[in-house]
């Protein structure tokens, strides 16, 4: 059975792993999530870790200091620092799950891990309010839209981004299955499973670390950034700016639709896994929903640069021009030039609506 990986809030059902029966799951559905897992982990590694650390190079060192370059710059270390620690999540899904760093590594690896999803989640939503500020009160964004300002909203971003994710290393801790043989590095709220009076607390807890986490990375942060599109496309169209060009409507429609789907699954199958351990027929379902929840999640961070930097250029820009014109052009406060049917007056637009375009 060599095949099972625990969820984090199975750990305190299941004693042993030699407890499960034969035909509890189908091994050739694990192992093939496994491969899945495996590749698509070590493809977003590597993207994520190519592109944010562009994105990191460009803006801090070869542009001058604006507040976008605020905003992306750290979007993309918090998103490249995510990247640095997925080698252990990679070793640790080729070994079945079982963890071989240790008791202190695996706390600052969820330490890490839950930081960097914290604060790229916000920092997307931070994105999105900028952009809404500038396009419907562009007089006031003109005045007090510095990078200054920017910094300080940055810092107050990674303390809030520390501030929630904290009891999560706190809470998890190595765990010990086989006699010891094989270790784990999974959830415990320091309330042991086996004195039935104490299972209500740790369901308790438990529920409420997975509500937090789903209001907090997800709902409230997803609800903000389809109002804040929503506000700008409405803008937009009142102030007849963007002509026959679609393309800044696709980019929205991209943005919001990745923000969704990336990470939609990783915060609802939590709410699914009470069901799926008292229910042995859907266990099959568990080991497809949260390898394939854990994949799209992790994919956000590699996802990131292309939509804010390169979904939007032209294409053909984007082959004639180096690399370092593209990333220019995305962080650019200024006017910029457009071509063919999405040729429009500048002069009507805000710094955010170019930037969008």
Known sequence: MENFTPSPSLSNYITSINDLPEDYFDERIAHTMQIMSLLFYSMTCFLGLAGNGLVIWITCFKMKKTVNTVWFSNLAIADFIFNTFLPLSIVTEAMDGRWPFGKVMCKV??????????????????????????????????????PRLATAVAWVTWFMAFTISSPYPAFHDTYFANNKSNTYCLINYGISMEDHDLLSIWTLRNRSMIITRFLSMFLIPFIIIVICYTVIVLTLRRKKSLGKSSKPFKVIIAIILSFFFCWFPYHVYPFLEEVIITKPFSWNVYLIVYPLSCILAFLSSCINPILYVFLGQHFKEKVRKSFLGIFERAFSEGPTSFTGKSRIQLKDLTQTEIHIL
């Open 109 to 146: 690896h969820m330490a890490v891990l839950y930081l960097n999803m914290f604060a790229s989640i916000t920092f997307l939503t931070v994105i999105s309010i900028d952009r809404c500020i500038s396009t419907v009160c562009p007089v006031w964004s003109n005045n007090y839209r510095t």
